[in-house]
């Protein structure tokens, strides 16, 4: 038919496809696990923070004279200098991590760092739920209850897909 033709044929639009309950709660899996890795690292990353700080307080190292002095009231003059040096750490603790952070860059100041650790997380765990759910979809019985072996391949299923869908890329990435 050509362009010009017309057809007594009325024209049928698809319909959009419907959302049916194991995809409505395939998404709903992935929108939890999204929620519940930023939910996580929200809660945990102020730990992790803490324990960075206290790894990369080498110390800052002072160095500060010393003289021999004899009974200089005869005229004797100093007869050696020595310089002596010793570390002096920023933090004394992980309270003292908190008190010190908290003063110099207020309560946000625990978050430092937080969003490149959500960016990597949030997938991960949006990508763990999904799979998870999507595989006890087809291996759960009539009941909707997953056998231990069924269980063990879901995770295995799920753990796999998180690792090569985005762990392995996001620690790719924080390596370079």
């Not at 799979?131 to 796999?160: E, I, M, N």
């Amino acid at each position: 038919m050509s362009l010009n033709q017309t057809s007594s044929q009325p024209v049928k639009l698809a319909e959009a496809p419907k959302l049916t309950p194991s995809t409505r709660r395939g998404v709903r899996s992935v929108i939890a696990g999204g929620l519940t890795g930023g939910i996580n690292i929200c809660i945990v990353f102020p730990t992790e923070f803490i324990k960075t700080q206290l790894q990369l307080d080498s110390g800052k190292t002072i160095l500060t004279a010393h003289h021999s002095v004899l009974n200089t009231t005869r005229g004797f003059s100093p007869i050696a200098t020595f310089l002596q040096t010793r570390k002096v750490r920023t933090y004394e603790g992980s309270l003292d991590v908190v008190r010190k952070t908290v003063k110099e860059r207020g309560v946000r100041g625990m978050y430092k760092g937080v969003t490149v650790l959500l960016s990597g997380t949030v997938p991960t765990y949006a990508v763990r739920f999904g799979t998870f759910d999507h595989l006890k979809g087809h291996f759960a019985g009539a009941d909707g209850q997953l056998s231990p072996v069924g269980r063990l391949g879901c995770g295995l299923g799920a753990g796999v897909a998180e690792a090569t869908l985005v762990v392995t890329w996001v620690e790719t990435l924080k390596v370079r």
